[in-house]
């Protein structure tokens, strides 16, 4: 398949599922469930004691209101675009917000948090939400979705949803590749067995409580990160190539065991959404996109941490984000996030129908 076809077949996906949504104007499923790290994290870490947050400005400058959400981004995440392409018209609710009770439950919930991992220990270090707490989270909050419409329009909201999986990033950059007692003791090979184990707990958990659709991001090119090149790679300012290598020989893995989850599950649908070959296209032919600047980020210089380097005293944050990949020295822009949720869409539209 050419390129231009390849474009243009995914172009017809997307219109063929915004008639759907517009003839049926209700979202094409009951409910939208995230879980994950501060890809997808919409401010459930503003409600912990942590250091890493994000609801300060200039964090969602570009937002529908302006202000900062806790969204490690200057606008919309990649999960809140794939909301608005399921035609819902808010996004799910970080669970641990007051808004998050009675009504506002029923359309789903967001229990991600920033520096959380297949690893329960990534997310220890941060003081944030581990992903196995995110799944008591959901437990409680399957319990309160009970409570409100009854045990069998539950199960029918749980199994017509999308389950929605964005982790691993922190494992890699904020615990493995600084802590001596783990990068000495295990290959990043051995390292990704590890969170695979966890991984497929986590799946199996879900399905035991119901879901049925779940898309799981692979992990993006780590290596490219503004951050990740500026502490770990050399002068060349190019990608750090064996953090890459790890990153897609762990999504690898992510494909294959997922693919003996969804054999070995009754009715399981389970995707591998890639997220790394579209954003390894932004950062190397960032020009074929629309944009001028994918090595340094729009906030902060660009060359250190997230969050803490990122912050309205930040010099030289730039006017126009829509011309940087990179928002902050570890996140996406907004109009990086489109590109990748249309990639999303397109690769996951099995979990629809
Ligand atoms: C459960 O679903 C049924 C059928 O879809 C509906 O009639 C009923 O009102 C629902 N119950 C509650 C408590 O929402
Ligand atoms: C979902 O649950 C409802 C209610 O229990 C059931 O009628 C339906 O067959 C289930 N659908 C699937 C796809 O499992
Ligand atoms: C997973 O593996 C299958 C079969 O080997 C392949 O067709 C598919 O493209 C892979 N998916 C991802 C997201 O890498
Ligand atoms: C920002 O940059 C984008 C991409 O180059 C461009 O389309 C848009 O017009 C710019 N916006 C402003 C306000 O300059």
Same mark, same amino acid.
């Given at each position: 398949?050419? %390129?231009s076809?390849l474009?243009?077949?995914?172009y017809?996906i997307?219109?063929?599922i915004?008639?759907?949504?517009?003839?049926s104007?209700?979202?094409?499923?009951?409910a939208l469930?995230i879980?994950?790290?501060?890809?997808?994290d919409a401010?459930?870490n503003?409600?912990l004691?942590t250091?890493?947050?994000a609801n300060?400005?200039?964090?969602g400058?570009?937002?529908?209101?302006?202000?900062p959400?806790?969204?490690?981004?200057n606008?919309?995440?990649?999960?809140?675009?794939?909301a608005?392409?399921?035609?819902?018209?808010?996004?799910?609710?970080?669970?641990?917000?007051?808004?998050a009770?009675?009504k506002n439950?029923?359309?789903?919930?967001n229990?991600?948090?920033a520096?959380?991992g297949?690893?329960?220990?990534?997310?220890?270090i941060?003081n944030?939400?581990?992903?196995s707490?995110?799944?008591d989270?959901?437990?409680s909050f399957?319990?309160?979705?009970?409570?409100?419409?009854?045990?069998?329009?539950?199960?029918?909201?749980?199994?017509?949803s999308?389950?929605f999986?964005?982790?691993?990033?922190?494992?890699?950059?904020?615990?493995y590749y600084?802590?001596p007692?783990?990068?000495k003791?295990y290959?990043?090979d051995?390292?990704?067995? %590890?969170?695979?184990?966890?991984?497929?707990?986590?799946?199996?958990e879900?399905?035991?409580?119901g879901a049925?659709?779940?898309?799981?991001t692979?992990?993006p090119?780590l290596? /490219?990160v503004?951050?990740?090149?500026?502490i770990?790679?050399?002068?060349?300012?190019?990608?750090v190539?064996?953090?890459?290598?790890?990153?897609?020989s762990?999504n690898?893995k992510?494909?294959?065991?997922?693919?003996?989850?969804?054999?070995?599950?009754?009715?399981?649908?389970?995707?591998?959404?890639?997220?790394?070959q579209?954003?390894h296209?932004?950062?190397?032919?960032?020009?074929?996109y629309?944009f001028?600047e994918?090595r340094k980020a729009? /906030?902060?210089t660009?060359l250190?941490?997230t969050?803490?380097l /990122?912050?309205s005293k930040s010099?030289?944050?730039?006017?126009?984000?829509?011309e940087?990949?990179?928002w902050?020295?570890?996140?996406?822009?907004?109009?990086?996030?489109k590109?990748?949720?249309?990639?999303?869409l397109?690769?996951?539209?099995?979990?629809?129908?």
């Open positions: 398949m050419t %390129i076809s474009f243009l077949c995914y017809w997307l219109v063929v915004s008639w759907l949504g517009w003839i104007a209700q979202p094409l499923v009951p469930f879980f994950g790290d501060s890809i997808v401010g459930n503003n409600n004691e250091l890493v947050k300060f400005a200039p964090y400058r570009d937002f529908v209101k302006h202000k959400t806790g969204r490690f981004c606008g919309k995440l990649a999960s809140d675009f794939t608005e392409n399921l035609g819902f018209t808010s996004y799910p609710l970080p669970y641990l917000s007051k808004q009770r009675g439950l029923l359309l789903g919930a229990f991600a948090s520096s959380s297949y690893d329960d220990t990534t997310a220890k941060y944030t939400i581990s992903l707490k995110q799944v989270f959901y437990k399957q319990k309160k979705l009970v409570g409100m419409v009854g045990n069998s329009n539950t199960s029918s909201i749980i199994n017509g999308i389950h999986v964005s982790s691993g990033s922190s494992d890699f950059v904020q615990n600084i802590n007692l783990l990068y003791k290959t990043t051995q390292f990704s067995d %590890i969170l695979l184990e966890s991984y497929t707990n986590f799946v199996q879900l399905h035991k409580m049925r659709n779940i898309g799981v692979t992990l090119p290596g /490219c503004p951050a990740v090149i500026t770990f790679g050399d002068d060349t300012n190019s990608c190539e064996n953090i890459n290598k790890a990153a897609l762990f690898d992510l494909n294959s065991t997922s693919q003996i989850l969804q054999a070995r599950l009754s009715s399981l649908n389970l995707v591998v959404l890639d997220i790394y579209p954003l296209d932004l950062v190397t032919k960032p020009m074929d629309g001028f994918a729009c /906030c902060g660009g250190l941490e969050s803490f /990122c912050n010099p030289g944050t730039c006017k126009n984000a829509s940087y990949v990179f902050d020295g570890f996140h996406p822009t907004e109009a990086a996030n590109i990748l949720s249309d990639d999303l397109a690769a996951g539209i099995s979990l629809i129908s």
